[in-house]
């Protein structure tokens, strides 16, 4: 059985101690391949440092994740992101994470359009999905989707946690899959009555660590090796062995992120 975690922040400080361990967790869990979402300009070198260790297994992607959009440094740090994307000599499988979130600060909408444009403009010049971070912005999303969606575009909703009817607007804009996490394991986390209706070619799955860690490990810190919990969880919903949800979530994010990779330009 192999799995695929599509987002996963294992770079992030809190898995220093014990980085090594944890991408042994996976090898036994069978979650053989992990994507690593950048965040801003900061996290670079770390997502860079995965990569190089694991470079059979992790593959990052490189975008501005809407809570660091600061009126202040914004434009300056999508600069250093696409210098890394044009001149770091790596390759990558994913413009992310992008998108809106108006949990923290609802100030910077406007510039998050801004940045979330620009970095569209990017995944299509080179031909790569976006990775949509959504946080209580589902109408700026699909105000923003309406606006650049077409045939050059594709990606996920990471994390997605909304309802039916936003599922299927999502699904709607034609080459967009679901990312599913731990939330989907949470007694009122909502999903349960989403993932029946949604088709089995459109989700993959993901964990977010460290963050939203799946029941039974809720309230503690996520890894990676948990993907194959959420991976039960949706072969649950689905009436499906476990074995078949892995297969058909893994040739899933396969196509949405042209997997297996070279992460080298040569």
Not at 18 to 30: F, L, N, S, V, Y
Not at 205 to 234: C, F, M
């Amino acid at each position: 059985m192999r799995i695929i975690d599509t987002h996963t922040h294992l770079y992030q400080p809190t898995f220093d101690e014990d980085r090594d361990a944890a991408m042994q967790r996976c090898t036994e869990a069978g979650v053989e391949t992990l994507l690593l979402p950048n965040i801003d300009a900061a996290s670079i070198p770390r997502v860079h440092e995965m990569m190089d260790c694991w470079p059979d297994r992790c593959f990052g992607m490189m975008g501005l994740h809407p809570c660091h959009v600061k009126p202040d440094s914004w434009q300056s740090e999508l600069q250093t992101i696409r210098e890394q994307i044009d001149h770091s000599g790596r390759r990558y499988v994913a413009i992310g994470e992008i998108g809106f979130d108006l949990h923290w600060d609802k100030t910077t909408l406007d510039i998050q359009h801004t940045a979330f444009r620009k970095q569209v403009e990017w995944a299509k010049e080179l031909k790569l999905p976006i990775v949509i971070h959504v946080r209580e912005a589902f109408d700026a999303l699909f105000e923003a989707l309406d606006e650049v969606n077409d045939e050059a575009l594709t990606g996920v909703v990471h994390c997605f946690t909304g309802n039916v009817e936003q599922a299927e607007r999502i699904l709607d804009y034609g080459r967009f899959y679901l990312g599913i996490g731990g939330v989907a394991t949470y007694k009122n986390g909502g999903l349960d009555a989403v993932l029946p209706h949604v088709p089995h070619d459109r989700v993959v799955l993901e964990t977010d660590s460290p963050y939203l860690s799946p029941v039974p490990h809720r309230g503690k810190r996520n890894e990676s090796s948990y993907t194959a919990i959420v991976a039960q969880r949706v072969a649950d919903l689905w009436q499906l062995p476990i074995e078949r949800t892995a297969a058909l979530t893994t040739a899933n994010a396969e196509r949405l992120f042209s997997l297996p990779f070279n992460g080298s330009n040569q």
